[in-house]
């Protein structure tokens, strides 16, 4: 409400605006000359206004910290991974796929008096899985068996891994057991040396 004052000398009570301190009616609601609201106990305009000052900042900050994740969750998905780290993953999902299925074809020769197979299907998910790997990291499983002997069996193979990225390493392995690499744009053979490492 307005704030009542007493006019000296004369006694006649005086109604002012608590905000703007002009005379007013003392019915007066809205102050006419700075439209501040009356009904409203003395700060209470200003309690009203922090909590919706508040609530506003915490709804803009929950939106900002939002808008913030799926930005990043977008850069992160679209953006490549750093170019050397692809390379090496690709290169190594591609020897191990090589070394699981030279496996497969050492336990299948235990079996078989020392023969290979002349495909890798009879293998089964022994030889597809270790081989779709490889083709999601970008390389080729090629399996070559070797000439059939005098008893029509085959005694020897060779495995490729065949890079479709230029700049990737190109893989060899045979019933040696031995892991050859070029990193020249042709198939390694076994006269490239031996790859470093496990």
Do not use: H
């Not at 679209?78 to 170019?83: L, Y």
């Not at 290169?91 to 070394?99: F, I, Q, Y």
């Amino acid at each position: 409400m307005s704030a009542r004052e007493t006019l000296p000398y004369t006694g006649v009570a005086v109604y002012t605006c608590r905000e703007c301190e002009n005379v007013i009616n003392q019915g007066s609601e809205i102050c006419p000359y700075c439209g501040a609201d009356l009904t409203l106990p003395a700060g209470g305009e200003l309690a009203a206004k922090k909590p919706s000052l508040r609530a506003a900042i915490v709804r803009w900050s929950a939106l900002l910290l939002v808008l913030i994740g799926a930005i990043w969750s977008f850069l992160w998905f679209v953006m490549p991974e750093p170019g050397r780290d692809r390379v090496a993953r690709a290169e190594a999902g591609a020897a191990d796929a090589l070394r699981e299925i030279r496996a497969a074809l050492a336990d299948y020769a235990g079996a078989q008096g020392g023969a290979y197979p002349a495909s890798l299907e009879v293998l089964g998910d022994r030889a597809r899985l270790p081989a779709q790997v490889a083709q999601r990291e970008g390389y080729q499983m090629q399996y070559t068996p070797g000439p059939a002997g005098p008893d029509g069996r085959v005694y020897n193979f060779v495995l490729l891994a065949r890079p479709g990225n230029y700049g990737y390493r190109n893989f060899y392995l045979d019933e040696t057991s031995v892991l050859r690499a070029t990193q020249e744009n042709r198939p390694a053979t076994a006269q490239d040396p031996p790859l470093s490492g496990r």
